[in-house]
């Protein structure tokens, strides 16, 4: 492939997933395993439930006895949750028993407290007031899981619920993928630290704060290593010493076609491979994705916007991919449009908005904002609405494909 030839953003993302790796595996405490992606499946190590369980405080009694109604039964004892009862029912013979406690040999059906009543001088004997199914308020041993059976695949992130199948299958140690290592450039002589206070020329330094919070949200571990002036010397210096020890160099601006665009030049200078430069996406287009031995480049425009947009399109399906994620792409919604959207541009965008749930249906709305460089606006969003490079208006009400970027 030409380098400098614009291509699709469909072609750059498969580039970028065809080349990108997972990372070798880790091992870490069920407790540390939180938002981590599994790279190992998970089998049940035994029966779930281990036992016919009953679902609800009553009587385990025969079926048989039951089945009509009222019926007085002989007590013969009783059975809580972490015990279990030593004999078996016999035909007239019911056992009190308690949430969550093994159903004991014999019974077949279990009938609820509330429709019950002691009975007998001695207390040693029940009234069932309502009939019986045979099954009753049992869940089967193994109903839910097989021992054997795999209960969480290789590329799941973990979150509470898979925590609670790890510890319920015996897994105190979990084998996940480990995080890559992101390091975090801004280019720009302009460019000055959070602390300090701009003059009419300069800019706070926002990208690389910016990027740092989506390596780190992606699973990666990000490391900002500070600003580059607009010289081909310290960008080649720069690039070099953020590939020792990463796994992904991510720079924010120098990727243009100016005099003082440089990253994309001393990349080449220090023998990288370069895939691709120039994407048809908006925001955006100048991306640069290349490779020196075992670390990957983005470099991304500087406008906070499209920094923010080409990250979340192509650098957070890498990293994803490096943890070992089987889905890494951003979740799409298939949404209403709620107000019109003109877009005269060829390229596909990426248009900030916010996504809803109304009356059960999800709906997005675009929202205003002042371009690339409107970082203010863009904080608002917590969706991308994606419209097709032939597509050039759109009508509210209309079907859409929105990619979350935040929390709903």
């Known amino acids: 492939m030409k380098v400098s030839a614009m291509i699709s953003v469909d072609q750059a993302l498969s580039i970028v997933l065809e080349n990108v790796q997972p990372l070798e595996r880790e ?58 009862f030593a004999g078996a029912v016999n035909r007239g013979e019911a056992v009190k028993i308690f949430t969550g406690a093994p159903v004991p040999p014999g019974a077949d059906a279990v009938q609820k407290v509330e429709v019950t009543e002691r009975d007998g001088a001695d207390g040693l004997a029940v009234l069932i007031k309502e009939s019986v199914s045979l099954g009753q308020f049992i869940t089967p041993r193994a109903s839910e899981v097989r021992a054997g059976e795999r209960v969480a695949q290789a590329g799941t992130e973990v979150g509470p619920a898979e925590t609670a199948v790890l510890a319920s299958f015996g897994y105190d140690k979990v084998k996940v993928g480990s995080r890559p290592r ?86 080449q200078e220090i023998g990288a491979r370069i895939y691709f430069d120039k994407v048809a996406i908006r925001p955006g287009k100048p991306i640069v994705f290349a490779r020196l031995g075992d670390t990957y480049f983005f470099g991304l425009p500087g406008n906070p916007v499209s920094t923010s947009v080409t990250y979340n399109v192509f650098v957070r399906p890498a990293i994803r991919k490096m943890l070992g994620d089987t889905s890494p792409l951003l979740p799409a919604v298939r949404t209403r449009l709620d107000r019109p959207i003109k877009d005269a541009s060829s390229r596909r965008s990426y248009l900030p908005a916010a996504l809803s749930i109304a009356s059960g249906a999800a709906v997005v709305t675009p929202l205003k904002w002042g371009g690339s460089s409107d970082l203010v606006g863009f904080m608002n969003s917590n969706a991308l609405i994606v419209v097709a490079e032939d597509v050039h208006e759109i009508a509210a009400g209309e079907s859409v494909d929105a990619l979350l970027i935040g929390s709903l």
């Open 182 to 267: 992101v390091a975090v450039l801004s280019t720009g002589s302009e460019l000055v630290p959070v602390s300090a206070r701009p003059s009419h020329s300069q800019i706070r330094n926002s990208n690389s704060y910016t990027i740092a919070a989506y390596a780190d949200r992606s699973g990666g571990r990000a490391e900002i290593l500070g600003t580059v002036p607009d010289t081909l010397e310290a960008s080649r210096e720069a690039l070099l010493a953020a590939a020792r020890g990463h796994d992904v160099v991510v720079t924010s601006g120098g990727v243009s076609m100016g005099d003082y665009d440089l990253v994309k030049t001393a990349l």
């Open 27 to 84: 091992t870490v405490p069920l407790e540390a395993s939180l938002g981590r992606i599994l790279r190992e499946n998970v089998r049940a190590d035994m029966d779930l439930p281990p036992f016919d369980r009953t679902r609800m405080d009553g009587y385990a009694l025969r079926y048989e006895d039951a089945a009509t109604a009222p019926v007085t039964l002989r007590l013969i004892g009783e059975v809580a949750a972490g015990s279990t």
